[in-house]
């Protein structure tokens, strides 16, 4: 891939995630198409790998993690939250959304701290909300709610005015 | 203007008067509020000092970084739960006398803020002497609040405006002491910890 490089078409993302699919079949779990973004979804023991590899010049070059957050999909679903990470080539100028589901009994994922340092903080901001734990984050505490507070203020069981002493309940 | 010659020939040397109205038409004069814009409403609150409206004819218009040189704060927006402490501790370093506007819907009450992140009412954690309506309100609203203020002054008496230093012991009372509803996080444990207080002899000042 060195000469022929300028004239190769560069590979979209949903080729990308083919490609990846093809090589490492537990990588990838499910993978779709919609709306014009690519969605796939990763395992979670394999989510550091994958972010790992994608960031590379040869798997898409995503070097740019645009943001990461958690999703609560209600209390009766199975597995009640994901984490979403939403890669982007600031190069190529290419989407791709990660996805890692999680049951409501384990709700741990490895950081990927170590391949884009601004994850930090949106794991941090994660962690408060939704009550994510990023095993092996290097600082793990809350970054917007105060310091003690109890629960994760974005769970769909979690009450709207909250149990503040402020409250007028 | 030949106003000494007028003040020389008409007025004795000595007048009397109360030590009070004396006094408080003194702190009347010079109302200096902390700089504490919140939200939006902080807009209009700097629009109040500008030229258009021009607080400085009420003498209000010197907002000061530090609270230790500040009269009057303008909680000016919502209070996050987060900054209900460092709220409190700004009105806690201010020096006798001071007051409170609470100015715009979301400070008096929560406004729209119906949830677990704002504080429903800055009164919860501050005495507050003047209510402002509005989201935003006008800064005529916030020059009329000043002159409230400014009324409320003349009827203070400068003996009731102490510095007590021991009663705003760091472990007074919580805001907890409001109605807590069940399974609260607000433990016995995290209450002593409270970096603020609720200082009760202010509000004992207001009903007199």
Known sequence: ?????????????????????????????????????????????????VCSLLKTPAAGEFNFLADLCGVDRGVEEEPRFEVNYHLFSTIRYHRLRLKVLLSENDVHVPTVTGVWRTANWHERETYDLVGIIFDGHPDLRRILLPDDWQGHALRKDFPLRGYEPYSLK | MGIENIIGEALPEVLTTRLDSLINWARKSSLWPATFGLACCAIEMMNATSSRNDLARFGAEVFRASPRQADVMIVSGRVSRKMAPVLRRIYDQMPEPKWVISMGACATSGGVFDNYAIVQGVDKIVPVDVYIPGCPPRPEMLIHAVMMLQDKV??????????????????????????????????????????????????RRRSS
């Open chain 1, 1 to 49: 891939m060195s000469a022929g490089l300028q004239n190769e078409q560069p590979a979209t993302p949903s080729q990308l995630v083919t490609a990846l699919q093809s090589e490492h079949p537990d990588w990838v779990t499910e993978f779709t198409e919609a709306l014009g973004e690519v969605t796939a979804v990763v395992p979670r023991a394999y989510i550091v790998e």
């Open chain 2, 154 to 203: 003349m009827k203070d008496s400068v003996r009731d405006h102490k510095d007590i230093p021991e009663a705003e012991a760091r472990h007074a009372l919580t805001p907890g002491t409001l109605p807590v509803t069940d399974g609260s996080t607000l433990g016995p444990a995290t209450a002593e910890s409270r970096p603020y207080t609720i200082a009760s002899r202010h509000e």
